[in-house]
């Protein structure tokens, strides 16, 4: 998106050039005209929200208006408590729009620079048990390895090292794997939807907090509907570890995966809120 001053409406004021955060207004030393300088632009939009005039223009259309929402502070604490990863759902389908709807929620979060550098996946329907069939083939093959005496060394220094050093979970491994088999469904609850974030790799730095970000606004919103969520980190780790995962997936090639969720309408309800300890603080100052 490209942002322009028209200089017939500016008043010079300045408001624009204090709050931009990357120094991208300049004033003209010859006509003291405010500009925009593009290649240090991130299109985050501040100046032109807070133009008192309407001097700032774009290609993309107009800002929309903002309105306070008025959510008083002590509602929305209580919302986030009482989001629960859900578990069980209704067998019925999510409308489209819905999800659309969602997604737009989530684009609307902010992201390191404004690069909004991510995509995202939506499986539906039977797409959702096929991507499960081979995330469970993924942790099925890796039983079969830590069998071998030889790949348990190996693996020893890889991630798999928690289902060596612990009996119990790779118990628990082996009965998710045939739970699934069976045709159960420990990975993803049978959940309609499963929504996967992932963020090209050279979005290192920050690729993995801006779509979590955005999954957790698109997480809470749902939730404000009555529909849940759970994250899935063993979807998470089999696609980031084997590509042609990732591809059953809909995620392209060149990305890393940062967030996968479940989504569905909740079949459980919870009568009281669960205790969490407090983030250890350090106060310094
Ligand atoms: C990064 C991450 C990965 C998770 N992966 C899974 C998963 O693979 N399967 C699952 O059932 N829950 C998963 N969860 C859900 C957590 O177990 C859950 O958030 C936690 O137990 C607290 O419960 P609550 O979200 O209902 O408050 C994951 C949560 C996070 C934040
Ligand atoms: S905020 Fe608007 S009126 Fe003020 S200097 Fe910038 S463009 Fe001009
Ligand atoms: S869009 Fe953001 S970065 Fe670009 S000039 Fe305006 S305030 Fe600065």
Not at 25 to 35: D, F, H, I, L, P
Request: hydrophobic share 35%.
């Amino acid at each position: 998106m490209k942002l322009i001053i028209n200089n017939d409406v500016c008043t010079s004021c300045g408001l624009c050039r204090e709050e931009c955060p990357s120094k991208a207004v300049r004033v003209g030393k010859e006509n003291g005209e405010y500009s925009i300088y593009q290649p240090f632009c991130i299109a985050c939009s501040h100046c032109g929200i807070i133009c008192p005039v309407d001097a700032i223009t774009t290609d993309a259309g107009e800002f929309p208006l903002w309105e306070n929402p008025e959510i008083p502070p002590e509602r929305l604490e209580a919302f986030i408590r009482g989001k629960r990863s859900v578990r069980r759902y209704k067998k019925q389908a999510l409308p489209k729009d819905f999800i659309e709807d969602l997604l737009y929620t989530g684009s609307l979060t902010s992201t390191a620079s404004n690069r909004q550098e991510w995509e995202v996946s939506v499986l539906t329907g039977p797409a959702v048990r096929e991507l499960g069939g081979e995330v469970i083939e993924y942790y099925a093959g890796l039983i079969n390895l830590i069998k071998n005496p030889l790949m348990k060394i190996i693996l020893r220094f890889t991630e798999a090292k928690r289902y060596i050093n612990s009996p119990d979970t790779f118990k628990r491994l082996e009965k998710f794997v045939n739970k699934f088999r069976k045709g159960g469904d420990p990975l993803f609850f049978h959940a309609p939807a499963v929504i996967i974030l992932s963020a090209p790799k050279k979005e290192r730095r920050f690729g993995k907090t801006d779509c979590v970000l955005a999954g957790s606004a698109m997480m809470y919103t749902a939730a404000g509907y009555g529909v849940g969520s759970c994250m899935i980190g063993f979807a998470e780790t089999a696609m980031n570890l084997n590509k042609h995962i990732k591809t059953a997936g809909g995620v392209p090639g060149g990305n890393r995966v940062h967030l996968v969720f479940t989504l569905g309408y909740a079949d459980r309800g919870y009568r009281k809120l669960p205790i969490r300890k407090k983030m250890p603080a350090a106060f310094k100052g």
